[in-house]
């Protein structure tokens, strides 16, 4: 690993640790603080808000008292740190500005609180909590999912392309082989195998006479004896002629 590499490890585990430092010292106090008013009880509680000047002093020991207990605890775990420290900062917010405190330590005490808590709502609970192992599971469950589905994708079409997969066979490869024996028709009756088509002969032959000795058609008959032949073809016979006689 490069010095970069390492560097950025280092610093992203003393900014892990910071975190879960300041969120155990934030939420131990807010849950500590709630914890005192369960003990003092509501009736103690809402007296010490009435004196401070809030209204409606049940209400507000109530809600105070269960979001200092809630809110802490979930900053020590780790759990929704941003929305937890948001409530928190209201809940410090709302009495700093309705009840302050009459101690002037208590109310220093609830202006870094506040200011605590909007900070880790910002910053985020660290890699040393709840929320990031939540995210770490819910990201390899997607990316679970997303594998599988496209796992099943990629089997599909495969399974489109398999008839593609075969080629074809190429008449042209083949070799021009004639099975010499005789070829069974479906009726039963044996076929003579095609013969292989023989090299072309150009030599001349002779044409081809019928038995009975005639000429076929188109073709020209034999000279007779006595005939003459004129650039190529029969003379045709000398007319007789008649021979007059005297009377």
Do not use: C, Y
Not at 126 to 134: F, L, P, Q, Y
Not at 139 to 145: I, K, N, V, Y
Not at 160 to 166: A, K, N
Not at 188 to 207: L, M
């Amino acid at each position: 690993m490069s010095r970069s590499g390492q560097t950025i490890t280092v610093k992203q585990a003393l900014r892990d640790l910071a975190a879960l430092v300041a969120r155990i010292g934030v939420g131990g106090i807010f849950f500590a603080n709630g914890w005192a008013k369960l003990e003092d009880g509501l009736k103690i509680t809402g007296e010490k808000f009435l004196e401070q000047g809030a209204p409606a002093p049940g209400a507000w020991a109530t809600i105070t008292m269960l979001a200092e207990l809630i809110g802490g605890a979930l900053l020590i775990a780790g759990l929704a740190v941003s929305v937890t420290g948001l409530i928190l900062f209201a809940e410090a917010l709302a009495v700093f500005l309705v009840a302050p405190p009459l101690n002037p330590i208590s109310l220093n005490e609830l202006i870094l609180l506040g200011a605590a808590s909007l900070l880790l709502a910002v910053v985020g609970a660290g890699r040393i909590s709840v929320d990031h192992m939540v995210v770490i599971r819910r990201r390899e469950s997607e990316a679970a999912d997303e594998f599988a589905a496209d796992r099943e994708a990629d089997n599909v079409i495969a399974s489109l392309r398999e008839p593609d997969t075969f080629p074809k066979p190429d008449k042209s490869d083949q070799p021009d082989r004639v099975d010499k024996s005789d070829k069974t028709s479906k009726a039963g009756k044996s076929e003579p195998a095609p013969e292989t088509p023989a090299t072309e002969d150009t030599a001349p032959h002779p044409r081809p006479r019928s038995q009975s000795g005639e000429p076929k058609s188109g073709d020209d008959p034999a000279p007779a004896p006595g005939d003459t032949l004129v650039a190529g073809r029969k003379k045709p016979p000398a007319r007789n002629r008649r021979t007059t006689t005297s009377d």
